[in-house]
Each structure stands twice: as structure tokens, then as C-alpha cells.
């Protein structure tokens, strides 16, 4: 437990060439033809018992759950690690935004007896590039989380709908 790290599974990073590799495995393995390995939603043999019947289903049904949870799992990753660094730039900005609001202060008092245009000039700056910040805090959200997962769910449940009926 000693060795755990936050942001590291298994010594790995979270969210790296890794774990894109991983997502596209398991995304090859889904778009695949059915073989042994990977079995697929096909129609029952006449010839099948109803207790076959219902293996085969349940067995279909826990191979696409365990399927589906991995590919949650890496969509979630890839997010957090987005939010992760809009989390950051949105720190710089409520950083900036202090040390432009203090620079206003300094502004204030040169203006009773300094060179108030110097002071001005450089909160300006600072505020502008605050705002830039906030603007890239924004633009790096993600903005419709786990919509892979969702729809992923939608279409499974359409196919074990139809299969079933």
C-alpha cells in the first residue's frame, strides 16, 4: 500500500498511451467479427434447450457488462485527466485575479503620489491574461461526460431488446 501513488495504477500513469491503448483493444475487440473468444449476439439453434438458451444469454449478457464497465472505466480516466487540467488553468486564473486585484491596489496608492499609468498598465495585463486563462479553464471541460458509455448503453439495450424478442 506503501508504494501506491495518486494518479498511478500498477506503477502506470493514469490516462496514458497505456490506457489509450487499452481503450482501443477492447474497442477492436467489440468492432471484431464473433469468434471464441468474443462471443456475439446470434440467433438460438432449433435445436437448443431452454436451459442453454438462457446459459448463452447470461453469458452474453456478463461478457457485454464486463465490456461495457471497461470502457467506462477508460472514458472516466480520459475525463478526470481533462477536468484535471481545466482545474488547473482555472487556478491560475483565480491566481491571476489576485495578484491583479493587488496590483489595482498598488495602482490606488501610486496614484496618490506614484506613477499610477506603470501600475495600470501592468494590472491590465494581468488581467487579460487571467482572462485567457478562465477562457482555457472553460474550453477544456469536457462537455457531455461519459457520452461514449451512454450510448454505448443505448445501442446494447436496443440490441438485447431485439434479440430478445
Request: hydrophobic share 50%.
Amino acid at each position: 500500500m506503501a508504494d501506491r501513488v495518486p494518479g498511478r495504477k500498477n506503477g502506470k500513469q493514469l490516462g496514458s498511451k497505456e490506457s489509450d491503448g487499452r481503450l482501443r483493444s477492447v474497442v477492436r475487440r467489440l468492432a471484431a467479427p464473433p469468434s471464441a473468444t468474443t462471443p456475439a449476439l446470434s440467433p438460438p439453434p432449433a435445436e437448443a434447450s431452454t436451459i442453454q438458451l438462457v446459459e448463452a444469454a447470461v453469458k452474453e449478457t456478463r461478457e457485454l457488462v464486463r465490456v461495457e464497465l471497461e470502457l467506462a472505466k477508460l472514458e472516466a480516466k480520459q475525463q478526470l485527466k481533462a477536468v484535471m487540467w481545466s482545474a488547473i488553468a482555472f487556478g491560475l486564473a483565480a491566481l491571476l485575479a489576485v495578484v491583479t486585484l493587488t496590483l489595482l491596489a498598488v495602482a490606488v496608492v501610486l496614484a496618490l503620489g506614484g506613477t499610477p499609468a506603470a501600475a495600470l498598465i501592468v494590472a491590465l495585463a494581468v488581467l487579460v491574461l487571467g482572462g485567457i486563462s478562465a477562457g482555457l479553464a472553460v474550453a477544456l471541460l469536457p462537455r457531455r461526460p461519459l457520452d461514449r458509455t451512454r450510448q454505448h448503453l443505448r445501442d446494447d439495450f436496443h440490441q438485447l431488446k431485439e434479440h430478445v424478442a
